[in-house]
């Protein structure tokens, strides 16, 4: 693979053989639905990213200083006494963490690198996934929802907002993408 | 009558439980689908790998056909499932900022958990940014989060606006995502030779 990249803390899968290849994406899409739909069927909601990140947020504010968190309408909402819907979405993520790891593990893909373009070096790489990762930050509180809880949890319920959502996500996703071309290519 | 949670009292604890596994399917079907990996998602927007649409699309098609049966077949009340409220500026705005922190910071919230479960540093960094994010917007910008609540105009689903039933949609989305793959493999191939080395 690329020479720049570390070597792996610990070999994926024993030497001579390399990672599985990923699944059919049509029938991952199908086992991803299915899971989604049984998040409908139990708890009577989809799936979720973002809420979790709202949630930490607020509790990391309400470690410095409760006064603060509290007056702040935005982390307010994620403090309100026990609502178990804020911490549901924190265990559905802490839940998704174990299952990557696990699929991750077994298809012999888990090792320490760096994800990048062939142009870019290890720490301007995770500088712009440091400040994607605000960006999009950002931009989930202000559509209050991300890909998970807006485009495929809405979307799968037809949700008008949540698929115009998504319409504006990969229009801004694709012209950035030509604009910053050099990041990937 | 389904869903579970309109009928039955879940413990705090069994509710926590379920939304780990959940959840874990949730990362599992991540990973397998590649998005533990910046390359792979972003591949899509140069059209050369588009596996984020055809996973999602799929993903949203099934669990649509699969609401829409169940309430057709009486086991399930549709009007007890949780729908988000639609604010257009939020859902256009947010959108648009979304995609580009999408495209430069190479992961979405979800996926950048299967990337931090499989070792991706750059997941870790956008992980880390993104709870930035959250808390930067949470101390700075409650003013734009008060006009996006304010200008949500309550829950609209596709079929109340149009007056189109479900099923005709789970019909119309599946018979898209037929056209859409078929596209897609000509897409992958005419842009096969942008796939960085590597």
């Avoid at chain 1, 909601?45 to 409760?66: E, K």
């Avoid at chain 1, 301007?124 to 807006?150: D, E, F």
């Avoid at chain 2, 949730?26 to 899509?44: H, M, Y």
Wanted: hydrophobic share 55%; with cysteine.
């Amino acid at each position: 693979m690329n020479a720049t990249i570390p070597a792996p803390i610990r070999p994926p899968a024993p030497p001579g053989t390399s990672a599985q290849p990923y699944w059919n994406p049509y029938a991952v899409g199908a086992l991803l639905g299915l899971v989604l739909l049984a998040s409908y069927l139990v708890a009577g909601r989809g799936l979720g990213a973002t809420g979790a990140f709202s949630s930490v947020a607020a509790w990391i504010a309400n470690a410095i200083s409760p006064e603060h968190a509290l007056a702040n309408p935005v982390h307010a909402r994620y403090l309100a006494s026990g609502s178990p819907l804020t911490a549901w979405l924190v265990f559905l993520l802490i839940g998704a963490f174990a299952g990557a790891a696990l699929s991750g593990w077994l298809a012999g893909r888990t090792r320490l690198t760096i994800e990048k373009g062939p142009r870019l070096s290890g720490g301007q790489r995770l500088a712009t996934a440091a400040g994607g990762g605000i960006v999009a930050g950002i931009g989930a509180k202000i559509a209050m929802g991300c890909t998970s809880g807006q485009a495929l949890t809405g979307g799968s319920i037809l949700n008008v907002g949540s698929l115009v959502f998504m319409g504006s996500v990969f229009a801004a996703a694709y012209a950035a993408a030509w604009i910053l071309r050099k990041e990937w290519l | 009558m389904l869903p579970l949670s309109s009928t039955l009292e879940l413990s705090q604890a069994a509710n926590l439980g379920l939304a780990v596994l959940l959840g874990f399917g949730f990362g599992f079907a991540l990973e397998r689908a590649g998005f533990g990996s910046a390359r792979k998602l972003t591949a899509v927007f140069y059209f050369y790998d588009m596996a984020v649409v055809k996973v999602m699309f799929s993903a949203i098609v099934t669990a649509m056909a699969g609401l829409f049966l169940l309430s057709t077949a009486g086991v399930l009340d549709l009007a007890e499932l949780y729908v988000e409220p639609t604010s257009y500026a939020g859902a256009i705005v947010g959108g648009l900022v979304f995609g580009v922190g999408f495209l430069v910071g190479g992961y979405c919230p979800g996926t950048s958990v299967a990337a931090c479960a499989t070792g991706r540093l750059d997941g870790f960094a956008f992980l880390a940014g993104m709870l930035g994010g959250v808390y930067l917007f949470a101390e700075l910008l409650s003013g734009v989060d008060a006009w996006v609540r304010e200008s949500a105009v309550g829950e609209i689903t596709l079929p109340a606006l149009t007056g189109l039933s479900m099923g005709w949609y789970v019909l119309l989305f599946i018979g898209i995502l037929v056209a859409a793959g078929l596209a897609m493999r000509a897409a992958e191939r005419r842009f096969a030779g942008l796939r960085p080395p590597g």
